[in-house]
T-cell receptor
Framework: NAGVTQTPKFQVLKTGQSMTLQCAQD?????MSWYRQDPGMGLRLIHY???????DQGEVPNGYNVSRSTTEDFPLRLLSAAPSQTSVYFC??????????????FGEGSWLTVV | KNEVEQSPQNLTAQEGEFITINCSYS?????LHWLQQHPGGGIVSLFMLSSGKKKHGRLIATINIQEKHSSLHITASHPRDSAVYICAVEVFQYGNKLVFGAGTILRVKS
């Protein structure tokens, strides 16, 4: 049981490049989400999914895209990277919706720098 | 105004001290979570509370729903407790999505 696995751990991108942050969980969780963490601020929700085939926007969705083709995987795509997207990204999952009083499991984080 | 406020922002303690971290929120919630983040590391769930008090080892978490306030206590603190402690609430009006505090940076010196 690996929990929530995020890759890559570190990435440097040039402005305008695209990339995908991968997130996978092996706990059969319905709810998965992506957050970004910036200095002095709380984590902010980018996108979330309540099950395969269902995604929705969070607080800061602009510049990001997601899909949920399987229960296990929830990749986050940066369409055209901008310096403002320099941040630490966390994927999280929980057993059922939003997370409705269930324990939240986080990935190890992905440190992204856009130059 | 932030919907979740934590205090203090930074806290330095000597090993063995009793530590309290506070979380106040201004919205209706269905649950509150305390999380721990070690430097350069991931985030781990410590507690999920909807009422009362929970204890796990040297950690105690309490919540007062009427006062919209929660506290995380660490007894007999140790340098390995050094981390960022994050309060997060599930907000009714947002469909129980999480809103996070900015975190409290705790350093315990030996």
């Amino acid at each position: 049981n690996a929990g929530v696995t995020q890759t890559p751990k570190f990435q440097v991108l040039k402005t305008g490049q695209s990339m995908t942050l991968q997130c996978a969980q092996d706990m059969n969780h319905e709810y998965m989400s992506w957050y970004r963490q910036d200095p002095g601020m709380g984590l902010r929700l980018i996108h979330y999914s309540v099950g395969a085939g269902i995604t929705d926007q969070g607080e800061v969705p602009n510049g990001y895209n997601v899909s949920r083709s399987t229960t296990e995987d929830f990749p986050l795509r940066l369409l055209s990277a901008a310096p403002s997207q320099t941040s630490v990204y966390f994927c999280a999952s929980s057993y059922s919706g939003a997370p409705a009083g269930n324990t939240i499991y986080f990935g190890e984080g992905s440190w992204l720098t856009v130059v | 105004k932030n919907e979740v406020e934590q205090s203090p922002q930074n806290l330095t303690a000597q090993e063995g001290e009793f530590i309290t971290i506070n979380c106040s929120y201004s919205v209706g919630i269905s649950a509150l979570h305390w999380l721990q983040q070690h430097p350069g590391g991931g985030i781990v769930s410590l507690f999920m509370l909807s009422s009362g008090k929970k204890k796990h080892g040297r950690l105690i978490a309490t919540i007062n729903i009427q006062e919209k306030h929660s506290s995380l206590h660490i007894t007999a603190s140790h340098p390995r407790d050094s981390a960022v402690y994050i309060c997060a609430v599930e907000v009714f009006q947002y469909g129980n999505k999480l809103v996070f505090g900015a975190g409290t940076i705790l350093r315990v010196k030996s």
